[in-house]
């Protein structure tokens, strides 16, 4: 029983927990180099995510990034699914 405390005891007290991504999800990175950077969501590879990301002057880039250094910034749309 005191496992199943520290391991409820990490969970952040929100509703809005999630353990999947969405393809199309919009994503800001909060950690690493590209910090404050933003993309969507290609793949979801527990505990990494492949997502593309448009810097100036490149073409769309697919980046593999843990998990931790992502936050989703909003729910896909329907056009936003069909990259």
């Not at 929100?14 to 180099?33: A, N």
């Not at 936050?71 to 329907?78: A, M």
Request: net charge positive; aromatic share 4%.
């Amino acid at each position: 029983m005191r496992k199943r405390h520290q391991r409820e005891a990490k969970l952040p007290n929100s509703p809005l927990v999630r353990t999947v991504l969405l393809v199309g999800e919009r994503i800001i990175v909060t950690g690493g180099p590209l910090e404050g950077s933003e993309g969507f969501v290609v793949e979801d590879r527990s505990p990494r995510v492949v997502f593309s990301i448009s810097l100036a002057r490149q073409p769309k880039l697919m980046i593999e990034i843990d998990r931790d250094w992502i936050t989703p910034v909003s729910i896909p749309t329907q056009s936003a699914i069909c990259l």
